[in-house]
Structures are given as C-alpha cells and as structure tokens.
C-alpha cells in the first residue's frame, strides 16, 4: 500500500535526508505522488523528491523527472541533474542529460557533468566535448575537460 | 531556559557532595578525592577555600552537619566499614577517631542541639544501627531492627526529637521516631519507592518526605502535625535520589537529576508547587543543597569531568548569569532564501541559542559576487559525502571567503542548492579544519541555519521533533521554537568556537 502524499511529505522533507533508507521504505505503488511532489510548490519538498525518484532506478521513476529536467526552475533542473547519477543505464537518461548539459545555467551544466562522470555516460562524449568548447565560464570547463577525459 | 550555568570549583571527585553551613554566608562542602582521602571546599563569605585533604580512606560519601557557629562533625565510612569521624573546633581539626561499627550504607546524621548528634546506618543484618554523641561521650550502636534496603535518613524538627525513614523490604517507606524519651516504630508508610528518602522539617512538627516513585516520578509524603498526608506525585522522570531543602517556614525546595542529565526544580512556597524548571548542567552525583539565609540557596554537584560545580539562587535569580560564551556567526550570501529571509533564519538561530545561554553575535554579512567565475559554480554546492571532517572540494573552495572571520568565527554560506551524493539536502556542516562553517540552501526552513550551526558546534542528530537537532526536518518542529537540552548546550558551550 503506498504512502500518503502527507506521509511522503514527511518522509523525504529532511535538512539532511538519507535517501537510502527513505527508497527502503518505498515501493514502486510510491511514484505517482513522488512525482506529483517533483511539482510541489515548496522547492524543499520538490527537490527531495526529484532525488528519491533518482534512487528509485526504475523506467516510471525516469519518466517522472522529465518535468524536472524540463522545469523553469533551475534549482529542480540542478536536483534533476544530480538524480540522474542513479538513472543513467535505463533508455531515455542519455536524452535529459544531454538536454542538461545544454542548459543556459551554469549549476545544471555542472551537475550534469558530474552525472556524466558518475555514471560513465560514454556514449556523451561528444557531447561533453563541443559543450567544452562553448563553455564560457573557466572552472565548468575545466571539470568538462576532465570529465571527457575519464570516459 | 535561562541561568542554565554553572560555576565550576574544580577538583576531582568521587562521591556524591556533603554540604554545610555553620552560619550566615559560610559552606562548607566535603567529598572524597581520587586517592580516597576526604577533601574539603569552604566559601568564607568573599572567597572560596581549598580544596585541603583532611587525608582518611574513605569507603563512602562523607555526611557532614554542625551544632554550633564555627563548628563541623563530618563522618565517613572507613576501609574497615566502620565509622570514622573527623571535627572542626573553630580552631583546627581533630581526628580521624573511630566510632566503630560495620555498617553497609551510607551514613545519615542529624543534630537536634547544640553540642548533640545522632548518627544512623544500615548494620551486617540491614537492621538500623544508632549512635549518638550527648555532648560529652559517644553511645551506641544500638540496633533499631528492622531489615532497611536503603540508607536511612534522619530529621529533626525540634529539640530531642528525631524521625528517621528508610524503605523496607516491602519497597514502602517505613518511619521510626524518638519522641525524647522512647523509640516509636517502626510504622510502614506505604508507597513503593525507588531511591532513598529525602525529607525536610520547615517547622514543628512538620515534616516532608520525598523519593521516587516506581514510576520514576517525583513522591512527596507529609507530617503536618498530627497526621500523614500524601502520597502525591509531583511527576516529572527523575534519576537517583530527590534532594530537598527549606530556606523559611513553609517553604521547600527539591532538586533532581533529570533524564537529560541537568538539575530541575521544583518548589513549595506556601500555597502551590512551581516548576518543574531545568536548572541545566550535565552532573554525576546526586545534589548537594544548603540555605545559609532565608531566600537563599547553594547547590553542589559533581560534573561530567568529575569536578565540583556550584549554582546559587541569591533571592531574586539563579547564578551565576547567563554564560558570556558568545557565538559570532558571518553571513555570506551567493543567493538568497526563497521561503524566510536570511534575518528571518538568523533571527531564530539567536532566538535559539540565546535561550541556551549562548548569545549570537553577527559578525557581518557579505554578498558574494556569483557572476565571478570562481564564485559561481559554488552556488549550487556538491558537499560530497556531507560528513564530518570530509569537505569536499567545492567546501573548500568557497571556504576562502572568510572576509571579517576569525579563526573561531562561524562562516554561513547562503546557497541557491545543496547537494551531496546522494541528493539534494537543506544544508550541510562539514568544513575544513580551522574554517568553521555550514552551507544553507535557499530553499531551507526557518531553522536549518541554526541547525548546521548546531553541527558546526558539535551536535548530533536526535530522533525529536521539538528538538533543534532533529533528523526528522526541521520543517517538521511540532513545538516551535525548537528546544537545545542540557548536555546540547554542554558540548556548544565546550566547543571552541563558542568564547
């Protein structure tokens, strides 16, 4: 039986949430009212569950971020980012990421480096490689630089 | 929670304290060392004594009373189990004499007169045992039977008068007395109690008897005269024994450990009992309390590091004041909160901490400049693994902008996001060694500055909701504002970041 969308709330609405031991308590009979909480008005609650759904590894739990990668809110793009990290074998991440590593803000990019270089997302190299070359600022270069190194 | 500090005495010792007053603005306190001798701690009216051995092996706490100005008797168990004794003329001391005996609790005295005392302890066959001093030679031991399993504690509310409690086998409360010409009892007062007996006489034939209960509440029981009320409960969850002491006819004032650790109170004055109220620290022994004058009260227990400690209520407040550790905490902002202001967070924190004794002190606030390329990316942090002593690269970068900060100043870092490796959080402490600081995210309650900061200073997470440092969100606080308990504000008050 899933939980509430209350008990989600104050399940995953933590100053320091340890997600593996909120997703060990969770089924997949959760998603839905994670993602309805990815929209959530609150951007604390939002973005702990944009990282639940990462941890969730599962194709619905994918689905479920594709209004957080798209979302005007960098801050729910940043955790969407990250959260990918988790999500990056199943078909449909490479798209968002590389979706990401296209963002005008410069947080996202970053976060979406790093999930590229996590989860050794090879098949971006390329992507990594002409992001790099119209990267404006220095150190987000040169954290693409070593990313594409590392794949 | 104000007054929540104490004065340390120093020392180190290993029993619980024995405390007198021979007179107005005079105490005496005793308790045994490391190397099992007796030591001594006085305050002479402007300054505080010793502490002086006054040597002995002593096998349990020392007790202490005085018949007379300028006059202490103070008694302890000896290597032998007998009762050793040592006294203070007015001049010198005199001592160690043995009194004899084997006893196996610990010893409880009383003085119904000048140059008078009676001393009770439990004997080999956990009968009580009596001796007495009549002002020229020691009588006794005489057994007064019964089968106790606690120490005994005796009162007097007059001259020639005594009563003298213990808990049977039976787990009540049982009373024997001395009417100036024969023992009465033993009588059972029923209950079921859980520590030893403390009680008080605030006058004729009044008597106030205390313990704790089976349900580790606080029980008081009394003697009004011409019959026994109570038992009521006075609740609370206390440890060990109740201490009690009355300053003035129809007052009393008890004192306990409570689950935290610190001292509470509560208190009669004359129509109503106040409190509970916590009187903080982190003790080790029971409470020691004497009242040299009418409104006044001196406390003594051991602290965690096995020093003495001294509260004192002068009439009007508890000392000594509010501690003087502040804590500066500077503010930099890359982005601004989105739900409270960054005054709004701040404002709770020194609401918080000042509640503790710990006042915030901003030291000042910066904007960081997030359009240079070295600045922005660190607004939206990777803390890494967010543990302790493990910042991440990123942690350490923005840990260069330390504008205005001392070395034991905290830094605040106002993010837009937080992250570590597992998601997204709230904030995180972990810094680097001699850099003091936590990162916010903008999107942060009203108490995750304070709560960081609480890391920052050496705080655990708690399973407490109404607790500032609870790992259940501080979104989530049922009872705002979130409380610091007792040995919370020990380790803040320890840290070295709080001067």
């Known amino acids: 039986m899933p939980f509430s969308k209350e008990e989600l709330i104050k399940m995953i609405n933590l100053d320091e949430p340890d997600y593996q031991a909120i997703v060990s308590k969770l089924s997949a009979d959760d998603i839905p009212i994670l993602v309805e909480l990815t929209k959530h008005e609150n951007p604390a609650i939002a973005t702990k569950a944009i990282s639940v759904l990462g941890q969730m590894k599962s194709d619905k739990a994918l689905q479920g971020l594709n209004d957080a990668v798209n979302h005007p809110d960098p801050v729910r793009r940043i955790a969407a980012a990250h959260s990918l990290r988790n999500l990056a074998t199943l078909p449909g991440s490479t798209k968002m990421l590389e979706k990401l590593l296209d963002d005008t803000d410069i947080g996202v990019r970053k976060f979406a480096l790093k999930t590229v270089e996590v989860a050794k997302v090879t098949s971006l190299r390329e992507k990594v490689k002409a992001m790099n070359l119209k990267e404006v600022n220095p150190e987000i270069k040169a954290l693409g630089e070593n990313v594409f190194k590392k794949l | ?499």
């Not at chain 2, 060392?33 to 002086?52: K, L, V």
């Not at chain 2, 005392?117 to 066959?125: E, M, Q, S, T, V």
Request: glycine share 12%; hydrophobic share 40%.
């Open chain 2, 1 to 499: 929670m104000p007054h929540l500090n104490w004065e340390s005495l120093g020392g180190i010792i290993t029993t619980n304290i024995s405390s007198v007053s021979w007179s107005s603005n005079r105490i005496d306190n005793f308790a045994r060392g490391t190397d099992n001798a007796m030591y001594h701690r006085w305050w002479n009216g402007s300054s505080w004594g010793g502490w002086e051995s006054l040597g002995g092996i002593i096998t349990s706490e020392p007790v202490a009373v005085s018949w007379a100005p300028n006059r202490i008797d103070v008694f302890a168990k000896g290597q032998d189990n007998a009762v050793w004794h040592r006294w203070w003329n007015g001049s010198s001391w005199g001592g160690w004499e043995s009194l004899g005996g084997i006893i196996t609790s610990n010893i409880s005295a009383v003085c119904w007169g000048p140059n008078r005392i009676d001393l009770f302890a439990r004997g080999l066959d956990n009968a009580m045992y009596h001796k007495w001093w009549n002002g020229s030679a020691w009588g006794g031991w005489e057994s007064l039977g019964g089968i106790i399993t606690s120490d005994p504690t005796a009162v007097s509310w007059g001259a020639n008068r005594i009563d003298v409690f213990a808990r049977g086998t039976d787990g009540a409360m049982h009373h024997r007395w001395w009417n100036g010409s024969a023992w009465g009892g033993w009588e059972s007062l029923g209950g079921v109690i859980t520590s030893n007996v403390t009680a008080e006489c605030w006058g004729p034939n009044r008597i106030d008897c205390f313990a704790k209960g089976q349900d580790n509440a606080l029980w008081h029981k009394w003697w009004n005269g011409s019959a026994w009320g109570g038992w009521e409960s006075l609740g609370g969850v206390i440890l060990g024994d109740p201490t009690v002491i009355s300053w003035g006819a129809n007052r009393l004032d008890v004192f306990a450990k409570g689950t935290d650790g610190a001292v509470w109170h509560r208190w009669w004055n004359g129509s109503a009992w106040g409190g509970w109220e916590t009187l903080g620290g982190v003790i080790t022994s029971e409470i020691s309390a004497t009242a040299w004058s009418a409104n006044r009260l001196d406390l003594f227990v051991r602290g965690t590091n096995n020093a003495m400690f001294h509260k004192w209520w002068n009439g009007s407040a508890w000392g000594p004041g509010n501690a003087a550790q502040t804590l500066t905490v500077h503010i930099k902002i890359l982005s601004n909160p989105t739900r409270f202001t960054v005054t709004q967070m701040f404002d709770e924190m020194r609401t918080i901490y000042g509640a503790a004794g710990i006042p915030v002190v901003l030291g000042s606030t910066e904007t960081l400049n997030v359009a240079l390329p070295a600045i922005a990316p660190l607004n939206d942090i990777d803390t890494g693994t967010c543990t302790g002593g493990n910042p991440s690269g990123e942690q350490m970068a923005l840990s260069n902008n330390r504008n205005n900060a001392a070395a034991n100043h905290v830094v605040v870092y106002m993010c837009r996001s937080v992250s570590y490796n597992s998601g997204s959080l709230n904030g995180c402490a972990s810094f680097p060694a001699g850099r003091p600081m936590a990162v916010v995210a903008s999107y942060a309650s009203r108490y995750t500055m304070a709560h960081e900061v609480g890391h920052v200073l050496g705080l655990n997470h708690v399973s407490d909701n109404n607790r500032l440092m609870t790992g259940g969100g501080t979104d989530n606080i049922t009872n705002p504002p979130p409380d610091l308990i007792a040995s919370e504000i020990t380790t803040m008050m320890a840290s070295n970041l709080t001067v």
